[in-house]
């Protein structure tokens, strides 16, 4: 069972947004801190961004001041802003609820199955 589902990934040209999407199943009942990774072909996975339960962010520096990451609690879902996209900002991006609370009140480290995104003209 997929327990966070990515979305809004795509094709965009060089300086174009997006917004990811990580929507938790009706299983989790609260996401809490949301991670955002990305990897692309040949390279290792890279952490972009995080937001904490208290709604603290910080940001890997190659997409600080163009990446905002937030999330919804009543909605259960983590979104990622992308500004200003750089060809180099192609890959696939992955979203990670580390500290996931089901409605058992068991606490999971969870994976979405992954969105791609290509900057490219």
């Known amino acids: 069972q997929v327990q966070l589902v990515e979305s809004g990934g795509g094709l965009v040209q060089p300086g174009g947004s997006l917004r990811l999407s990580c929507a938790a199943s009706e299983s989790i009942f609260s996401i809490n801190a949301i991670n955002w990774y990305r990897q692309a072909p040949g390279k290792q996975r890279e952490l972009v961004a995080t937001i904490t339960n208290s709604g603290r962010t910080n940001y890997a520096d190659s997409v600080k001041g163009r990446f905002t990451i937030s999330k919804d609690d009543a909605k259960n879902t983590g979104y990622l802003l992308m500004n200003s996209l750089k060809p180099d900002d192609t890959a696939v991006y992955y979203c990670?609820?580390?500290?996931?609370?089901?409605?058992?009140?068991?606490?999971?480290?969870?994976w979405g199955q992954g969105t791609q995104v290509t900057v490219s003209s």
């Open positions: 990670n609820a580390p500290e996931a609370v089901t409605s058992e009140g068991l606490m999971f480290d969870y």
